[in-house]
């Protein structure tokens, strides 16, 4: 296994590759600048030292599970462009008011670590937008803001908090809009039907869902289903279960998940949740180790190992 040069590795001038560069301000490699350049020190500041400490940590990392999935093996491309998705990260927090905790880095890397070394670090191998859940004393706390929920916003710093749970400035899916929105937990039985500005979590291993197929729309925070029950969603169903769509019925109830090898081809969403039925062998096959079902999904192999 070859291993990544780092020692005297030149010190990077925040540049991304040109296409989708995200940090215009600064520059990116291969197109013009946009806005003035920030005045940059002659030697390497605190921040360079990190974003690169943060960058080949995940790029020696993830080298193991680039050969096992027979990928190149991590470069210096790796290291340019995952430490520049480390100041993307860092731009972002301080967008939402937040400043970089420098006394927090030995622990960060720390953590960053130990996620490298689980079991699943192939599949779920840790990237730098994932920084904020991994070392969350990185960066100190969002503001307090005033806004309601359901508000526009540009930023989370600008919503008051809820009570219980957490607060967000957030994009629905299919929305073009920004809402300061509350995620709050809500007890089994509990309605959990959101709106605008609400998105309400069930708790205690219950699973928001209509409690009678005439009201779909009115969902309770209610045990998941089993063997025949109807669900919404995969999430909806019991462990070991799947909610397979019934062509027959035009609707998706929870059936037993398949194991591996086992036909598929008249359920395709009964395979398991690390399992699909490819059209051409129609058996449940496990998902391959840089790949997601429909082509979705990224890992960070598809961004490290080259």
Not at 267 to 275: F, K
């Amino acid at each position: 296994m070859s291993r990544m040069r780092l020692a005297g590795t030149p010190t990077l001038v925040l540049l991304l590759a040109a296409p989708g560069c995200l940090l215009a301000a600064l520059g990116c490699e291969g197109s013009t600048t946009v806005g003035s350049m920030p005045e940059l020190d002659a030697g390497p500041s605190a921040r360079d030292e990190l974003a690169l400490e943060i960058a080949s940590t995940l790029c020696e990392g993830v080298e193991p599970c680039c050969e096992l999935a027979a990928l190149e093996s991590p470069s210096e491309r790796c290291l340019r462009d995952m430490r520049n998705e480390v100041f993307v990260t860092l731009l972002e927090a301080e967008a939402e008011k937040r400043t970089v905790q420098m006394d927090a880095r030995a622990e960060c890397v720390a953590a960053l670590r130990d996620k490298l070394a689980a079991e699943d670090a192939c599949r779920s191998a840790p990237l730098p937008r994932d920084l904020l859940l991994i070392c969350p004393t990185l960066f100190s706390e969002i503001p307090e803001g005033t806004q309601e929920p359901g508000t526009l916003c540009e930023g989370t710093w600008q919503c008051r908090s809820p009570s219980q749970g957490t607060r967000d400035c957030h994009m629905r899916l299919g929305d073009t809009r920004r809402l300061c929105t509350w995620f709050v937990p809500a007890a089994p039985e509990e309605a959990c039907t959101g709106t605008d500005g609400l998105v309400v979590e069930c708790t205690e291993g219950s699973v928001c869902r209509p409690e009678d197929e005439a009201t779909p729309s009115e969902r309770r925070c209610l045990p998941a289903v089993y063997d025949g029950g109807p669900c919404a969603d995969y999430e909806g169903c019991a462990e070991g279960y799947a909610c397979a769509y019934q062509t027959s019925t035009a609707s998706s109830v929870c059936v037993p998940e398949r194991a591996l090898d086992e036909p598929c081809w008249d359920q395709p969403d009964a395979c398991g949740s690390e399992a699909y039925c490819p059209v051409d062998r129609g058996l449940c096959t496990l998902l391959p180790v840089n790949q997601c079902p429909m082509g979705g999904c990224p890992t960070a192999l598809d961004l490290v190992c080259r």
